[in-house]
């Protein structure tokens, strides 16, 4: 695959899952959360609302710095310092994501004595963000790596 046709297939899979955070959490979140609540929690229905759509932020600044990958890799830039650091940018941002699951469920689970269905979702969403908090890490350390091979080539003659 050439590098113009790369990085507009990946610049439109971030396109697609920003569409996609999009609509979660301005469709299907908030009405999944009116469903749950409607019977005897309505008072928690707006701040459940509120703390959910705010975990949409990590997910945003994720996306933004893979955008900025794509962009350097277009420009042949693909192994630089600065590559290494949105991994690792990415990778906190699946982490703070990832605690605030925890902690949502947790408080949820105090305070409504939990559904198994609300454990097994955020379950899921939990190993899913410690698996892209890993490889981003990964990914950011062989970055960093690469980068520094190449500086160093570049100094030879």
């Known amino acids: 695959m050439k590098r113009v046709a790369l990085i507009r297939t ?32 309505t008072w928690l229905v707006g701040p459940a609302t509120v703390a959910v759509s705010l975990s949409a932020i990590p997910i945003a600044i994720a996306l933004a710095l893979f955008w900025r990958i794509c962009t350097e890799i277009g420009r042949d830039n693909s192994f630089c310092h600065k590559n290494a650091w949105r991994l690792s940018g990415i990778g906190f941002c699946a982490l703070a ?44 350390h062989l970055v960093l790596k690469a980068a520094e091979m190449k500086d160093e080539n570049d100094l030879t003659i």
Do not use: N, W
Request: charged share 5%; proline share 3%.
């Open 97 to 140: 994501d990832t605690a605030y699951c925890v902690v949502g469920t947790v408080t949820i689970f105090v305070i409504t004595g939990g559904h198994p269905g609300v454990l097994l979702v955020a379950a899921a969403a939990i190993l899913i963000g410690l698996a892209i908090a890993l490889a981003a890490f990964l990914l950011s």
């Open 10 to 41: 990946l610049k439109g899979v971030v396109i697609f899952l920003a569409a996609l955070a999009v609509i979660f959490y301005g469709f299907v979140f908030p009405q999944l959360i009116r469903d749950m609540g409607a019977v005897e929690f």
